[in-house]
């Protein structure tokens, strides 16, 4: 069974305060590893797809990577509109699903 | 260029009675996949949708149903509703097989049961 774990649950920053969100799983068979940010009362907006291990992309303040079994989201210099809860997921080969983590509820103090 | 659209955007339903949400997607997506988010386990896979056939089925049970129309609109059932039902209905539209772009979520029906 597909699982995906994020960590930590929360985090809260500084204005410029830089740090990293992590997203493990297990999949039999990664196809994509998928980034989401999440405002309160919205859909889930798409960031960042990767595909194997070694993989970065970058968009704005944001950089995330891929190991065989983990995820990182850096957050470099954040701002107070990087406010949002940060989801992971995965699918597989086997499907076409989506199997996400739980978030991590980020806090951007000015 | 339109998002995924979801209908309605709340719904109050008593417990036993079944609900009907709608899911447009965006023009030439084909792929419709439902989600439902609660605090307690987050987003989980209701099933999937493509060219008018299911081709995944989450773990839930048979009271939640779908169909996808030759537009590629897609609609969801819940009939019998409990209150564990309640929570927010999340629909994604994809092209077939372009992960570059990920799913595009639509802002989901906020469903309570009372």
């Known amino acids: 069974e597909d699982q995906v774990t994020q960590s930590p649950e929360a985090l809260r920053l500084q204005e410029g305060e830089s740090s990293s969100l992590n997203c493990s799983y297990t999949?039999?068979?990664?196809?994509?590893l998928f980034w989401y940010r999440q405002d309160p009362g919205k859909g889930p907006e798409f960031l960042f797809t990767?595909?194997?291990a070694g993989e970065e992309k970058e968009k704005e303040r944001l950089k995330a990577t891929l190991t065989k079994k983990e995820s990182f989201l850096h957050i470099t210099a954040p701002k107070p509109e990087d406010s949002a809860t940060y989801l992971c997921?995965?699918?597989?080969?086997?499907?076409?699903?989506?199997?996400f983590g739980g978030g991590t509820r980020l806090m951007v103090k000015p | 260029k339109a998002g995924v659209t979801q209908t309605p955007r709340y719904l109050i339903k008593t417990r036993g009675q079944q609900v009907t949400l709608s899911c447009s997607p965006i023009?030439?997506?084909?792929?419709v996949s439902w989600y439902q988010q609660t605090p307690g386990q987050g987003l989980q896979f209701l099933f999937e949708?493509?060219?008018?056939?299911?081709?995944n089925k989450g773990n839930f049970p048979g009271r939640f149903s779908g169909r996808q129309f030759s537009n590629s609109r897609s609609e969801m059932n819940v009939s019998t509703l409990e209150l564990g039902d309640s929570a927010l209905y999340l629909c994604?539209?994809?092209?077939?097989?372009?992960?570059?772009?990920?799913?595009?979520f639509g802002s989901g029906t906020r469903l309570t049961v009372v």
């Open positions: 023009s030439g997506h084909r792929s």
């Open positions: 990767l595909y194997s």
């Open positions: 999949v039999s068979g990664l196809r994509g």
């Open positions: 994604a539209s994809s092209l077939a097989f372009r992960r570059e772009n990920g799913y595009t």
């Open positions: 997921a995965v699918q597989a080969w086997a499907g076409n699903m989506l199997t």
């Open positions: 949708y493509f060219s008018e056939t299911q081709r």
